[in-house]
């Protein structure tokens, strides 16, 4: 299994430049989650997701949209870029039952000039 | 709302001695808690968790961590520590009132740990 896959890995915008963040699993997870990390600032959520259809907004989720119309993937979208969004993305999935536990993708490295 | 504090930014320890990493929860009920490391350039690997039950949590690499209702810690220890543990730690919360998994997790800030030879 591939896990969670996010991509690209590095990209660099300016601003107000649109662009997706990609984020798809191959584990069945019904529950997936995206953050941002910042030095100092651990990571912090910006949307999550219990289901295909079914999105919520997390601690910092100002300029970021998010939709999940399959199980498997949950895009991530920057309308208008920014440099306060220079940051490492990391997508998150999470199935509840039993022994669960969060499986992180390796990140998005943004760069907004 | 849920919280986590980290205490130490950076924390120095000499290869092969002790180490203790600090985590404390702010939470209303019992929470769900981790572990995870994150070398650098890349993603976050689960230590360990708690959910319920022996208080004392057994993880990967060496590591466990113990859960301390009475003082809302949640501590990371390892008896002697290799060159290869230099990494970011950071402690985390689950909330339990979505069924755990749910609602994505709130995370501590993190602690730089720096191995000296």
């Known amino acids: 299994n591939a896990g969670v896959t996010q991509t690209p890995k590095f990209q660099v915008l300016k601003t107000g430049q649109s662009m997706t963040l990609q984020c798809a699993q191959d584990?069945?997870?019904?529950?997936m989650s995206w953050y941002r990390q910042d030095p100092g600032m651990g990571l912090r959520l910006i949307h999550y997701s219990v289901g295909a259809g079914i999105t919520d907004q997390g601690e910092v989720p100002n300029g970021y949209n998010v939709s999940r119309s399959t199980t498997e993937d949950f895009p991530l979208r920057l309308l208008s870029a920014a440099p306060s969004q220079t940051s490492v993305y990391f997508c998150?999935?999470?199935?509840?039952?039993?022994?669960?536990?969060?499986?992180f993708g390796s990140g998005t490295r943004l760069t907004v000039v | 709302a849920q919280s986590v504090t980290q205490p130490d930014i950076h924390i120095t320890v000499s290869e092969g001695a002790s180490l203790e990493l600090r985590c404390n929860y702010s939470?209303?009920?019992?929470?769900?808690l981790f572990w995870y490391v994150q070398s650098p350039g890349q993603g976050l690997q689960l230590l360990l968790k708690?959910?319920?039950?022996?208080?004392l949590v057994q993880g990967n690499k060496g590591f466990e961590a113990e859960f301390k209702r009475s003082q809302s810690s949640f501590n990371l220890r390892k008896p002697s520590v290799h060159w290869s543990d230099a990494a970011e730690y950071f402690c985390a919360v689950d909330s339990q009132y979505s069924g755990g998994g749910a609602d994505g997790l709130t995370f501590g800030k993190g602690t730089h740990l720096i191995i000296q030879p």
């Open positions: 584990m069945n997870h019904e529950y």
């Open positions: 939470y209303g009920a019992t929470p769900y």
């Open positions: 708690y959910f319920s039950g022996d208080t």
């Open positions: 998150a999935s999470s199935t509840s039952t039993g022994d669960y536990g969060y499986t």
